[in-house]
C-alpha cells in the first residue's frame, strides 16, 4: 500500500496567519492517464469529512480561495493564506492513484 | 444537491455480520462509484471499498475478503457488509459517492463491536 505520510500531525496558529500542511507519499502519485489523485480533506469536530481540494490544486465549489493545494511526485502541500477560526479541524491528505486508496495521519489544526 | 444517509445496528456483536445501507437522494447513482470509508473513534480515516452503478467493485485487502458491498438502484441504496467483526471493527462508517474523490459524504454512522 502507498503510505502517505503528514507533517506536522498538531499545527498550532495565529489567527490570521498562514499555515502550510505537508504530505508525502511513498511512491509517485502520477497515474498512467496522467492525473494526480491526491485529495486533500478538512474534518471539524463532531462532523463528515469535507473535500477542499482534488488533483493536487483543483478547489471544490465553496471552498474559500485561502485555501491551496500544490505539489507533484510525492511531495504535495495544503496552504491556508490566513487563518479563521472556523478552520479548526484536522485536515487529512488521501491519494486514490494506486489501489486500496490510502489517507495520511491527519493534521489538527488548532488556534 | 446530493445526500447520503447510512443507516443499521449501532451494536454488533463479535464474529457477527455488520450491516449498513446508504441512501441516495438529490440525485442519481447512475454513472457514478459508490464507497464506504470508515474511522475508528478518535483515528484516521481507512477507505473500504467502492461499487460503480453497474456492479464491478473494489475492496480493501487490509479487510480479508471479509467486505461485500452491493447496489440497489432502484432502492437508490448500496449497502456494506463485513463479516466476522471483532472489536477492531469498531468505528463510524461513511458513505460516500465517488471513486478517486469524494465530494458527498453521509453524516456518518458508529458501529460498536460487543458482546
Known amino acids: 500500500d502507498v503510505v502517505m505520510t503528514q507533517s506536522p500531525l498538531s499545527l498550532p496558529v495565529t489567527l490570521g496567519q498562514p499555515a502550510s500542511i505537508s504530505c508525502r507519499s511513498s511512491?509517485?502519485?502520477?497515474?498512467?492517464?496522467?492525473?494526480?489523485?491526491l485529495n486533500w480533506f478538512q474534518q471539524r469536530p463532531g462532523q463528515s469529512p469535507r473535500r477542499l481540494i482534488y488533483?493536487?490544486?483543483n478547489r471544490d465549489p465553496g471552498v474559500p480561495d485561502r485555501f491551496g493545494g500544490s505539489g507533484s511526485g510525492t511531495e504535495f502541500t495544503l496552504k491556508i493564506s490566513r487563518v479563521e477560526a472556523e478552520d479548526v479541524g484536522v485536515y487529512y491528505c488521501?491519494?486514490?492513484?494506486?489501489?486500496?486508496?490510502?489517507f495520511g495521519q491527519g493534521t489538527k489544526l488548532e488556534i | 444537491q446530493v445526500q447520503l444517509q447510512e443507516s443499521g445496528p449501532g451494536l454488533v456483536k463479535p464474529s457477527e455480520t455488520l450491516s449498513l445501507t446508504c441512501t441516495v437522494s438529490?440525485?442519481?447513482?447512475?454513472?457514478?462509484?459508490w464507497s464506504w470509508i470508515r474511522q475508528p473513534p478518535g483515528k484516521g480515516l481507512e477507505w473500504i471499498g467502492y461499487?460503480?452503478?453497474?456492479?464491478?467493485?473494489n475492496y480493501n485487502p487490509s479487510l480479508n475478503n471479509r467486505v461485500t458491498i452491493s447496489i440497489d438502484t432502484s432502492k437508490k441504496q448500496f449497502s456494506l457488509k463485513l463479516k466476522s467483526v471483532t472489536a477492531a471493527d469498531t468505528a463510524v462508517y461513511y458513505c460516500?459517492?465517488?471513486?478517486?474523490?469524494?465530494?458527498?459524504w453521509g453524516q456518518g454512522t458508529l458501529v460498536t463491536v460487543s458482546s
Open positions: 460516500a459517492r465517488g471513486q478517486r474523490g469524494y465530494i458527498y
Open positions: 438529490g440525485g442519481s447513482m447512475s454513472d457514478y462509484y
Open positions: 461499487i460503480y452503478y453497474m456492479g464491478t467493485t
Open positions: 511512491q509517485s502519485l502520477v497515474h498512467s492517464d496522467r492525473n494526480t489523485y
Open positions: 488533483k493536487v490544486s
Open positions: 488521501m491519494q486514490t492513484t494506486h489501489w486500496p486508496g490510502t
